[in-house]
């Protein structure tokens, strides 16, 4: 759940973002307000719609209104002054959490592939090599930091499920680097 937020402050660590701090709290109060309606959302208008496309039968109907969605929120999050990542993340959430999250699955089988192309081919496309070289121990120390960090999370649940130290030391080691590629 950390992800939102930090969609929404990446800009402003990176100075792209507001840095006015009334404007600041002006931009969170947005997400507040954004995601309380995307909680609400959820709950009433995306769940009806949903169940009156499954009750249709109609397969691409269901693919529709999940493109939909995700662009809607996009699109909506984007017009608040938020990035539309935060609101293609934020529409992942109110899927994933969503009954029909096995349907949404399956449909996006198909073109799971080429979402996560072209994912990477924008990031890529804003990837700023000569930053990364200018700010290279930066970002070598933030990339240490984020991997003792989960390190240190992933050592900690596996000890309160009592896992022997050794196994404990194994899963973390292992599962620290990890990336949620498949949440995409």
């Given at each position: 759940?950390?992800?939102?937020?930090?969609?929404?402050?990446l800009?402003?660590?990176v100075?792209?973002?507001?840095?006015?701090?009334?404007?600041?709290?002006?931009?969170?109060?947005?997400?507040?307000?954004?995601?309380?309606?995307?909680?609400?959302?959820?709950?009433?208008?995306?769940?009806?719609?949903?169940?009156?496309?499954?009750?249709?039968?109609?397969?691409?109907?269901?693919?529709?209104?999940?493109?939909?969605?995700?662009?809607?929120?996009?699109?909506?999050?984007?017009?608040?002054?938020?990035?539309?990542?935060?609101?293609?993340?934020?529409?992942?959430?109110?899927?994933?959490?969503?009954?029909?999250?096995?349907?949404?699955?399956?449909?996006?089988?198909?073109?799971?592939?080429?979402?996560?192309?072209?994912?990477?081919?924008?990031?890529?496309?804003?990837?700023?090599?000569?930053?990364?070289?200018?700010?290279?121990?930066?970002?070598?120390?933030?990339?240490?930091?984020?991997l003792?960090v989960?390190?240190?999370?992933?050592?900690?649940?596996t000890?309160?499920?009592?896992?022997?130290?050794?196994?404990?030391?194994?899963?973390?080691?292992?599962?620290?680097?990890?990336?949620?590629?498949?949440?995409?």
């Amino acid at each position: 759940m950390a992800v939102g937020p930090i969609l929404v402050l990446l800009p402003l660590v990176v100075g792209k973002g507001v840095q006015d701090p009334s404007a600041l709290l002006l931009l969170l109060g947005k997400v507040g307000l954004a995601f309380g309606a995307l909680l609400l959302l959820g709950r009433t208008v995306v769940r009806a719609a949903f169940e009156y496309v499954a009750s249709s039968g109609a397969p691409d109907a269901f693919a529709a209104l999940i493109a939909i969605v995700t662009v809607g929120m996009a699109t909506l999050f984007q017009q608040l002054g938020l990035t539309n990542t935060a609101g293609a993340f934020a529409a992942g959430l109110l899927l994933a959490n969503s009954n029909f999250r096995a349907q949404i699955a399956a449909d996006i089988v198909p073109v799971y592939g080429i979402l996560l192309a072209v994912f990477f081919m924008t990031a890529g496309a804003k990837f700023d090599s000569t930053l990364v070289l200018q700010q290279g121990p930066l970002v070598a120390t933030f990339v240490a930091i984020l991997l003792v960090v989960k390190f240190a999370v992933l050592a900690a649940a596996t000890a309160v499920c009592k896992l022997p130290a050794a196994d404990a030391v194994q899963v973390s080691l292992w599962a620290k680097g990890s990336a949620r590629l498949n949440a995409l």
